[in-house]
Nanobody
Framework: QVRLVESGGGLVQPGGSLRLSCAAS????????MGWYRQAPGKQRSLVAA???????NYADSVKGRFTISRDRSKNTVYLQMNSLTPEDTAVYYC??????????????WGQGTQVTVSS
């Protein structure tokens, strides 16, 4: 069984920073892509940043220059460094990973979500 566990959300003032982490664990054979989505109240879930297995990173236009996605392959962990946060960044952030399990079945897995609130 594969799990994604997120951490690092919380309350931050406008202009502040947060770093989200998402660790994959379980019967993992290989991890391909990893990334982050977010969902604000009343809105659809949307892509924030993605790390494809062999390509370049992708960012939503609204976070370019402020957010940075990175990955530690040795820890099966993806990070999202968020700087210059604004109230519009308030949302539940979900990590995802395209993983081939030890059973050689590949699926998209999701974390449980972590709340990020930007408010003074």
């Amino acid at each position: 069984q594969v799990r994604l566990v997120e951490s690092g959300g919380g309350l931050v003032q406008p202009g502040g920073s947060l770093r989200l982490s998402c660790a994959a664990s379980g019967s993992i054979f290989s991890i391909y892509a990893m990334g982050w989505y977010r969902q604000a109240p009343g809105k659809q879930r949307s892509l924030v940043a993605a790390l494809p297995s062999g390509g370049s990173t992708n960012y939503a236009d609204s976070v370019k220059g402020r957010f940075t996605i990175s990955r530690d392959r040795s820890k099966n962990t993806v990070y999202l460094q968020m700087n210059s946060l604004t109230p519009e960044d308030t949302a539940v952030y979900y990590c995802y990973a395209h993983i081939m399990a030890s059973t050689h079945q590949d699926s998209i897995y999701w974390g449980q979500g972590t709340q990020v609130t930007v408010s003074s």
